[in-house]
């Protein structure tokens, strides 16, 4: 299992990033895909997540800190799942790192809970400028 995330950078307060988490060694459409970040000196925090489809849909949970500035999508052609990041602010500055969690069947919704996920990326580094 691999994960291996982009996108990140450095970016102004306002700016958008959009961080990509792309996926190999495993049936990627039947794998839960959370986004984390970690702020230095703060504890890891699950700020979105995608459930795997249940045909049709797919279920997405938002952090309330994020939660109507970032989206998360994913396409399972590409195993990779995208979080787009509007509105950027200094305090969004983080590693983000995405990790994936098999889901037994579909329409469950996905949980935001580091401690559910056994597979993880390395990150990518976030640093908004104000």
């Known amino acids: 299992v691999q994960l291996v995330e982009s996108g990140g950078g450095l970016v102004q307060a306002g700016g958008s990033l959009r961080l990509s988490c792309a996926a190999s060694g495993f049936t990627f459409g039947d794998y839960d895909i959370g986004w984390f970040r970690q702020a230095p000196g703060k504890e890891r925090e699950g700020i979105s997540c995608i459930s795997r489809s249940d045909g049709s849909t797919y279920g997405a949970d938002y952090a309330d800190s994020v939660k109507g500035r970032f989206t998360i999508s994913r396409d399972n052609a590409k195993n990779t799942v995208y979080l787009q990041i509007n509105s950027l602010k200094p305090e969004d500055t983080a590693v983000y790192s995405c990790?994936?969690?098999?889901?037994?069947?579909?329409?469950?919704?996905?949980?935001?809970?580091?401690?559910?996920?056994?597979?993880w990326g390395q990150g990518t580094q976030v640093t908004v400028s104000s």
């Open positions: 990790a994936a969690r098999y889901s037994w069947r579909p329409g469950v919704r996905c949980v935001r809970d580091q401690g559910m996920y056994p597979y």
